[in-house]
């Protein structure tokens, strides 16, 4: 089991870190298969307004409901959640690491990306996570205490990934 994880209280933060990371690694020939949420320094952020960039080709996939200004509460759909889970599922068995951009409620809860993760465990496959630390306790009981910090570096997570991409870990 290979899982290192970002965790920073900005989340912007860690969100770039993990996507100039995945740039890097698709410029570099590294396969991945997994899920980035871009930072657009253009566009005002949204706190609840979830739109991932599924790897390796980029495609955006929106995960939030559209809420009306002012109407409080959890903007993520579930459904378009597990939808983009069913394509890293299928991209998975040809990747050489996987990025979850967020390790968070839906993942302690045994949903989300926590299925990819294991199923990347079991194959040998590195896994990169980022996380709050709200969810690092829930990451760390799923790892059994093994996942392994990284700083909100991208020079240095990119430096791990691609040193973990090329020397797989036996399943």
């Known amino acids: 089991m290979d899982i290192r994880y970002v965790c920073s209280d900005d989340e912007r933060r860690t969100d770039a870190v993990l996507t100039g990371v995945a740039e890097r690694a698709a410029r570099a020939g590294i396969g991945l298969a997994g899920t980035v949420q871009p930072v657009d320094p253009d566009l005002a952020q949204e706190k609840c307004h979830i739109v991932l960039a599924l790897l390796p080709d980029g495609a955006r996939h ?19 959640l597990e939808q983009a889970v069913l394509v890293v599922h299928e991209r998975l068995p040809g990747a050489q690491g996987l990025v979850v951009n967020k390790f968070g409620k839906q ?25 709050s630390p709200a969810w ?12 392994q910090p990284l700083p909100a570096d991208e020079e240095r997570v990119f430096a791990w990934l691609r040193d973990a991409c090329s020397h797989p870990a036996t399943a």
Request: charged share 15%; hydrophobic share 50%.
């Open 62 to 80: 929106d995960i939030s409901f559209p809420l009306q200004p002012g109407v409080t509460g959890c903007r993520l759909d579930a459904g378009a």
């Open 107 to 131: 993942e302690a809860a045994g949903r989300g990306l926590v299925t990819a993760i294991g199923d990347a465990c079991a194959r040998g496959i590195p896994v990169l996570v980022g996380v």
């Open 136 to 147: 690092l306790d829930a990451l760390l009981a799923f790892s059994d205490g093994q996942a």
